[in-house]
Nanobody, 122 residues
Framework: VQLQASGGGVVQAGGSLRLSCAAS????????MGWFRQAPGKEREFVADISNSGSRTYYADSVKGRFIISRGNAKDLVYLQMNSLKPEDTAVYYC????????????????WGQGTQVTVSS
């Protein structure tokens, strides 16, 4: 079972990137999905999540109005559209999945993917 995040890169402040998270090894279409990030020297922090059905989304205050989380048609894909990027958005971004929102914090039921680096230059 794997979650693989991709789409990171280097972008100037004010620019945009779209991250993708693809699941393999099982179907995550009925799972809630989330994005997290970890900047150098800081703890991993919540960015956004989307419910099992895709009907509910939730964002950290720091990204609200700039980032959009969505699910792909196949539901085993989740995206994070990042607009108006700021240098403080620089971090490794991770995707996570769980049967319900918040379940990713439980190692017995949550899944985490490898991260993708996002660097925003000023």
């Amino acid at each position: 079972v794997q979650l693989q995040a991709s789409g990171g890169g280097v972008v100037q402040a004010g620019g945009s990137l779209r991250l993708s998270c693809a699941a393999s090894g099982r179907t995550f279409s009925s799972y809630a999905m989330g994005w997290f990030r970890q900047a150098p020297g800081k703890e991993r922090e919540f960015v956004a999540d989307i419910s099992n059905s895709g009907s509910r989304t939730y964002y950290a205050d720091s990204v609200k109005g700039r980032f959009i989380i969505s699910r792909g048609n196949a539901k085993d894909l989740v995206y994070l559209q990042m607009n108006s990027l700021k240098p403080e958005d620089t971090a490794v971004y991770y995707c996570a999945a769980a049967p319900d929102v918040g379940g990713w914090y439980d190692p017995t039921i949550g899944y985490w993917g490898q991260g993708t680096q996002v660097t925003v230059s000023s």
